[in-house]
């Protein structure tokens, strides 16, 4: 009796694409050390496999230093005392490479895992990445690809909260780092199938502030381009991004209306 190759990947297998952020920067003033980190997600990594034994983890690195090498820079920028004016990780360009990776998945065979991404990130956001992360969110959604946000920064992340929104995925910022690995383990090793049956945390509340075109700089109120949709701070003659010509009956559009609170999911 031949046996039924759609049992090969059940609902419950999945394809963690998992986007590591190891900025020393932000990483050698933080409270917990890049060290503990490492292996607090070394060690979830291994649960994930021990799950089950078709499941599979792609790690992406935001950063330049490996992770070996990276334990011995952090203890260097700890001791030398530099942590200020904390630069962004290109988180933009990790999700591209996370989405491209899960398309070569996708057009494999009918076969496959699960997909989710998985975001690590404690530098703050760069809000001259706003377009492309939300091209790179956008794309998720269509693709019905969750992302999971763990945030270890200080303040919340608004382009991680809007991406696990828009997305369907959890949003978490620890309270307690050192606990990280509890976090990890009850929250984000869930794969999709057993989630419609437990009860994830959710956010409180999701900032929808965007980035204007021109400055990079997050904002309350901006003009709106009704061909390109790019956002300025400031009026313009002329969109920079399509180059379309405004009139001088251009109304002013605040972004804020685009707030909506995540408990009305």
Same mark, same amino acid.
């Given at each position: %009796? $031949?046996?039924a190759p759609s049992k090969l990947y059940a609902?419950?297998?999945s394809l963690l694409m998992v986007l590591l952020d190891t900025n020393p920067f932000f990483w050698s003033s933080s409270s917990l050390p890049f060290s503990k980190f490492l292996s607090h997600v070394l060690t979830f990594l291994n649960s994930i496999l021990l799950l089950n034994q078709l499941n599979q983890i792609v790690v992406l690195l935001r950063a330049t230093i490996q992770a070996g090498g990276f334990v011995i820079k952090d203890e260097q920028l700890i001791k030398e005392g530099s942590g200020e004016g904390i630069p962004s990780s290109l988180l933009s360009g990790s999700l591209s %490479? $996370?989405?491209?990776y899960i398309q070569r998945v996708f057009r494999s065979g009918p076969l496959h895992p699960q997909p989710r991404i998985l975001c690590l990130q404690g530098s703050s956001d760069g809000p001259e990445q706003y377009v492309a992360i939300m091209n790179a969110i956008f794309s998720a959604?269509?693709?019905m690809v969750?992302?999971?946000?763990c945030y270890m920064g200080s303040n919340n992340s608004a382009f991680l909260q809007q991406a696990s929104y828009i997305t369907g995925g959890v949003y978490l910022k620890p309270q307690q780092p050192n606990g990280l690995l509890q976090y990890l383990t009850t929250v984000f090793a869930t794969?999709?199938?057993s989630r419609a049956f437990l009860q994830l945390p959710k956010s409180a509340g999701v900032d929808f502030r965007a980035s204007c075109f021109c400055h990079k700089k997050t904002i309350d109120t901006g003009?709106?381009?009704s061909v390109c949709l790019s956002i300025f701070c400031k009026h313009h003659k002329k969109c920079s991004t399509c180059g379309s010509v405004f009139g001088q009956a251009q109304s002013e559009s605040s972004t804020t209306?685009?707030?909506r609170k995540a408990s009305d999911t």
């Open positions: %009796m $031949a046996s609902d419950d297998v %490479m $996370a989405l491209c959604q269509r693709s969750p992302i999971d946000s794969d999709l199938h003009y709106i381009c209306n685009r707030k």
